[in-house]
């Protein structure tokens, strides 16, 4: 730990001396920043949401208005083992349970845990993304795709040695009826190319693509990749299965997992979402403070546009407005809906430490009003990101999901306001709060 923070603050100084840009690193690990908290609102605006512990992410399904998550359920057991942090401390036998997808209705802001058919755990949670098992019948059933960050198998065997990497993170599949109460396991999905899995872009039940947020797992390497922004080396992976099924929980991977690199060159490559348009790919580079807009196509990911924010970012999503008043088209409030960490800097102390507070900011990205040139577009600076909320961790400790929920202004006295769910990779409850557009 010390030593982390030591790396920290000599790499910092070096960075300072060797990289241009490194006044926007210092801003957007939060170097400068003072916790904040912009409380909106009357206490009917904010709703914690109960029975979700460490919802790392979070998805609305349009065709039902659902949200989907997959949590932790235990609070103390991410402090004790979560690879992408680096705890590696206690990892769970796996005979372990722990872990479960959950579904949320934005209206009553009631959680319910799906039970799980023929899968017995441990579901070690983050990233998450759910599609229509049938496009033809959007509003029947989804596959839902969620990391799960398993430990190595060698790690219980005698032929550990210190090279033995820890953990030996996989995608679950599952399989759910819109309206029922279950989720069916059906399939374990690993390919050497998985390593560091973080968040997922699901195009249908058979094609995917991953992130891995580093390339190195724990180590003098990996502490470079998480401060150095010429540290490169995170990939995202695009990864095809050919059936649906094979055997359930198979530890091996199975012969129909094809994967190749989707997208390399980028620091820190984090979160991912769907965008605008069926195939816009969103990108975070999560140290790097930037939302890519990308295309993914034919196993690619090709990157568009940049916008740069100032703070460090996670799982990005799309808001579309459907209450735009023709009249004045300035009242679209349709943009990229962004969470991040305020103070990322504080990370390496505080993520072993269940009591430590850490706070979180989501971010609203839109079209500058009268900068909708396609000149000022291409150049990233048509674009206007404002904080849509802020917290200094008295209500939420961090953000790494975000998802915004219309409301009709006709219920707010012609107000133009949201539902924000927020939820975050350490926190003790998904909350909901309702945010002026
Ligand atoms: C559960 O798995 C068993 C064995 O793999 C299989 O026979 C059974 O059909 C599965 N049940 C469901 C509901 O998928
Ligand atoms: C899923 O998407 C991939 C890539 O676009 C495509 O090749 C494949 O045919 C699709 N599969 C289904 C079942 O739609
Ligand atoms: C922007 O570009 C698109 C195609 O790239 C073109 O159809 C459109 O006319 C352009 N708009 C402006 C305002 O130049």
Not at 26 to 31: D, E, F, P, S
Not at 116 to 135: C, Q, R
Not at 237 to 261: F, R
Request: aromatic share 8%; with cysteine; charged share 20%.
């Amino acid at each position: 730990m010390a030593l982390n923070a030591l790396l920290l603050a000599l790499l910092t100084v070096l960075l300072a001396v060797t990289y241009g840009p490194v006044s926007h690193y210092l801003t957007v690990i939060g170097a400068w920043r003072h916790p904040s908290r912009r409380v909106l609102a009357t206490d009917s605006d904010l709703v914690k949401i109960e029975d979700t512990i460490i919802c790392e992410d979070l998805h609305l399904y349009h065709p039902t208005n659902t949200l989907f998550s997959a949590c932790e359920d235990d609070f103390h057991r991410r402090f004790g083992w979560f690879p992408p942090l680096g705890n590696f401390e206690n990892p769970p036998q796996s005979t372990e349970g722990g872990g479960s997808i959950h579904i949320i209705d934005p209206e009553t802001k009631v959680s319910a845990r799906l039970e799980f058919e023929n899968f017995s755990g441990p579901l070690v949670t983050h990233g998450i993304d759910v599609v229509a098992a049938d496009p033809s019948r959007p509003d029947h059933s989804v596959y839902i795709f969620a990391v799960n960050h398993l430990p190595n198998p060698d790690l219980f065997r005698s032929r550990q040695d210190t090279t033995t990497p820890k953990a030996r993170s996989q995608i679950e599949l599952f399989y759910h009826v819109l309206g029922s109460k279950s989720v069916r396991h059906v399939r374990s999905i690993w390919h050497p190319l998985i390593r560091t899995p973080n968040d997922i872009y699901a195009e249908n039940a058979t094609s995917f693509y991953v992130t891995n947020d580093h390339f190195y797992r724990d180590g003098l390497l990996r502490h470079i990749e998480d401060v150095l922004p010429l540290a490169r080396w995170s990939t995202a992976i695009h990864v095809q299965i050919e059936h649906e099924t094979v055997s359930a929980q198979s530890c091996d991977q199975a012969p129909d997992v094809k994967a190749g690199i989707a997208l390399t060159d980028i620091f820190n490559n984090n979160g991912l979402g769907h965008g605008q348009t069926h195939d816009e790919c969103l990108v975070t580079s999560a140290a790097g403070g930037l939302l890519y807009l990308g295309q993914a196509l034919n196993g690619q990911i090709t990157i568009r546009e940049v916008i740069p924010l100032d703070s460090v970012v996670d799982n990005p999503s799309y808001f579309s407005d459907p209450f735009v008043s023709l009249s004045d088209g300035s009242s679209d409030a349709s943009g990229y809906i962004v969470p991040g960490l305020p103070r990322a800097v504080d990370l390496p102390l505080h993520k072993r430490d269940p009591s430590a507070q850490d706070g979180a900011l989501v971010w609203h990205v839109k079209p500058s009003s009268g900068a909708l040139t396609n000149a000022s577009i291409s150049s990233g600076t048509g674009w206007e990101a404002r904080i849509l909320f802020e917290d200094d961790g008295s209500i939420i400790r961090t953000a790494s999901a975000a998802v915004l929920v219309p409301i009709d202004p006709k219920r707010e006295g012609g107000r133009k306001r949201g539902w924000l769910f927020v939820t975050g990779f350490l926190s003790e409850n998904i909350i909901a709060v309702k945010v002026d557009l």
